[in-house]
């Protein structure tokens, strides 16, 4: 089990380009969460989707942010109209669906960077 | 609502001391409790979990407790190093679907040499 695998590891994008942040849920996880990291911040909560549904996005901001988790492929985030304040590092987590005894596990991270 | 909070938020010890993270919690009867580490610009490592219906669970230096009754948490480290340094999260992480993970701010420890 190749664990939490979110890709790109890096990503550096200039001010109104679009930017896509790919997780890919441990195996046989099918709820997926993202959060966002500000620099010298805690992590904060932003979307919690599962197979074709989000579940809670109360953490998104209302404008140029969306994710998805289709019945195929990796949750994607994307990011419309990137601007300075969306650098940051983003998180992704999976965790199993039904009862977990296994708690949640975390990807390395993206980190986004707007020029 | 679900809240975690963490204290101290940040403590900074000799190497070698025994030291304690207290992490509280609102209400964690659906929840298991995690524990993590975040090093500075890497993501997030699990420590230990404990399932809602454990007390404690240990692994090497570390040993996590669990008081549901009275909604906390603690971390213990054993003989601290300079490698433990890092932000230290409690995390509560749902036991069925359809709960988002609840975090808590963090303690930043710092072990001196």
């Known amino acids: 089990n190749a664990g939490v695998m979110q890709n790109p590891r890096h990503l550096v994008r200039r001010r109104g380009q679009e930017a896509r942040l790919r997780c890919s849920p441990m195996?046989?996880?099918?709820?997926v969460y993202w959060y966002r990291q500000l620099p010298e911040e805690g992590l904060k909560f932003m979307v919690y989707?599962?197979?074709?549904?989000?579940?809670?996005e109360s953490g998104m901001p209302k404008e140029r942010f969306s994710a998805e988790f289709p019945k195929e492929g990796p949750s994607i985030l994307r990011i419309q109209q990137v601007v300075r304040g969306d650098s940051a590092a983003y998180f992704c987590?999976?965790?199993?669906?039904?009862?977990?005894?296994?708690?949640?596990?975390f990807g390395q991270g993206t980190r986004l960077t707007v020029v | 609502k679900q809240e975690v909070t963490q204290i101290p938020a940040a403590l900074s010890v000799p190497e070698g001391e025994n030291l304690v993270l207290n992490c509280s919690f609102t209400?964690?009867?659906?929840?298991?409790l995690q524990w993590f580490r975040q090093d500075p610009g890497k993501g997030l490592t699990s420590l230990l979990l404990i399932q809602s219906s454990q007390r404690e669970q240990t692994s090497g230096r570390l040993n996590a407790s669990l008081d549901k009754s009275s909604g906390r948490s603690t971390l213990y480290i054993a003989a601290s190093q300079p490698g433990d340094s890092a932000t230290y999260l409690c995390?509560?992480?749902?036991?069925?679907?359809?709960?988002?993970?609840?975090f808590g701010q963090g303690t930043r420890l710092t072990i001196n040499p």
């Open positions: 195996k046989g996880h099918s709820h």
């Open positions: 989707l599962q197979k074709e549904n989000i579940i809670d």
């Open positions: 209400d964690s009867a659906i929840y298991n």
């Open positions: 987590a999976s965790s199993p669906p039904g009862t977990s005894k296994d708690g949640a596990f």
């Open positions: 995390v509560l992480t749902p036991i069925q679907g359809a709960q988002k993970l609840v």
